[in-house]
């Protein structure tokens, strides 16, 4: 009989954009896999792979106390029912209770995907959550057989500061990997205006507004001759942007909100730069990583996450977090010579051949969890 994998993500589109790989390489290894997951639209896709699901009744940024309880008590029942011998939590909240329920429900093995810590750790949260938090984490993965997978060495390190786990119990993966035969090499449009693209939820902490103002300064030089695009998705993140804050700052032209997509391939080709000035505890943002794999320069935060995905002034330019000046600068400095952009797109892609290929990831989440079943 195949070993029973469940992977839990909070929504389906995320599984879909950041885990889907690993659970098909799971399956063809021969694991029975089940994605548990909240339901979004996205299920049926996630179906039409050929894998199982679970609708997840869980809501991302809720904290209602009752209504987490029973996603906890939830998750319990469906371990103790179902007994899976890998269970893979994927983002801090799955993390917390699907934790919680293994160790009750006594699951045999356990692995946690740390992808950014949001602001639980933030020096400056000092919130009841961010206190409670490390207590409950410590508590939970006070077990033997889990793993923790982490995608930087700065959150590797508050786990074991906090005392959450041991140093040993870590496993490195840099990001969730990008398949380098879909997001190939692709040189910068010839034709028509520049564009500087920021994928990321419209979250404040992802540095939506630096980039608008930055934007805002470089109007006088490059109006007519540069388009800014934002592109994703509102949110009910509690730093979350809203559309009337977004209309006002976009004209539609110079600066434009394009929502959510899903052609962010295509969108990546048609643009020359990639900017990405956030201060949030990022894990490794995949926008970054596809930016690499298609061969375009990146400026970013030297922050949490973020600075691991290019080396400074090789591949894009690394900044201070909501240094506005900075990006300003970087970003003139890139819009201006086309040949450093070239140059630097074409180490991007090098960079991202090194580091991010998803056969290398899926490899590391397959011997993760073989490692799980032996021990």
């Known amino acids: 009989?195949?070993?029973?994998?469940?992977?839990?993500?909070?929504?389906?589109?995320?599984?879909?954009?950041?885990?889907?790989?690993?659970?098909?390489?799971?399956?063809?290894?021969?694991?029975?896999?089940?994605?548990?997951?909240?339901?979004?639209?996205?299920?049926?896709?996630?179906?039409?792979?050929?894998?199982?699901?679970?609708?997840?009744?869980?809501?991302?940024?809720g904290m209602n106390i009752v209504q987490e309880l029973k996603t906890l008590n939830w998750l319990r029942e469906l371990y103790k029912h179902e007994k899976p011998d890998v269970v893979?939590?994927?983002?801090?909240?799955?993390?917390?209770?699907?934790?919680?329920?293994?160790?009750?429900?006594?699951?045999?093995?356990?692995?946690?995907?740390?992808?950014?810590?949001?602001?639980?750790?933030?020096?400056?949260?000092?919130?009841?959550?961010?206190?409670?938090?490390?207590?409950?984490?410590?508590?939970?993965?006070?077990?033997?057989?889990l793993l923790c997978i982490f995608q930087n060495d700065d959150d590797w390190g508050l786990y074991v500061k906090h005392g959450i786990i041991k140093h040993e119990q870590g496993r490195f993966i840099k990001g969730s990997g990008v398949d380098l035969n879909q997001f190939c090499y692709t040189p910068e449009p010839e034709e028509g205006k520049i564009k500087v693209m920021l994928t990321a939820r419209m979250i404040v902490e992802k540095g939506v507004f630096l980039l608008t103002e930055a934007a805002g300064r470089l109007r006088p030089k490059y109006e007519g001759k540069v388009e800014f695009l934002l592109v994703g998705g509102l949110d009910d993140h509690p730093g979350a942007i809203t559309k009337e804050q977004l209309d006002a700052v976009c004209d539609g032209e110079y600066i434009q909100w394009l929502g959510y997509r899903t052609d962010v391939r295509d969108l990546l080709k048609q643009c020359h730069i990639m900017a990405f000035p956030s201060y949030y505890m990022e894990g490794l943002p995949?926008?970054?990583?596809?930016?690499?794999?298609?061969?375009?320069?990146?400026?970013?935060?030297?922050?949490?996450?973020?600075?691991?995905?290019?080396?400074?002034?090789?591949?894009g330019f690394l900044i201070q977090p909501k240094d506005v000046d900075a990006l300003t600068e970087k970003l003139d400095l890139l819009l201006s010579d086309k040949e450093l952009r070239v140059k630097m797109g074409k180490n991007a892609r090098t960079y991202a051949e090194e580091y991010f290929s998803i056969e290398v990831v899926k490899d590391r989440h397959l011997a993760i969890y073989s490692e799980l079943v032996i021990l």
């Open 1 to 61: 009989m195949n070993k029973k994998l469940f992977i839990v993500v909070n929504v389906d589109w995320f599984f879909l954009s950041h885990r889907k790989d690993v659970a098909l390489a799971a399956k063809e290894a021969g694991w029975d896999v089940t994605i548990v997951t909240a339901d979004t639209g996205k299920l049926k896709d996630i179906e039409a792979l050929g894998l199982k699901t679970i609708n997840l009744p869980m809501s991302r940024s």
């Open 88 to 145: 893979h939590h994927v983002g801090m909240k799955t993390i917390l209770w699907g934790t919680l329920a293994a160790k009750f429900s006594r699951v045999h093995g356990v692995v946690n995907a740390i992808s950014g810590l949001g602001g639980f750790f933030a020096e400056d949260n000092k919130g009841l959550l961010a206190r409670v938090m490390p207590m409950v984490l410590r508590f939970s993965h006070n077990r033997p057989n």
């Open 286 to 315: 995949k926008s970054l990583i596809e930016a690499d794999a298609i061969g375009r320069p990146i400026i970013t935060s030297n922050s949490v996450g973020c600075k691991e995905t290019l080396v400074d002034g090789y591949n």
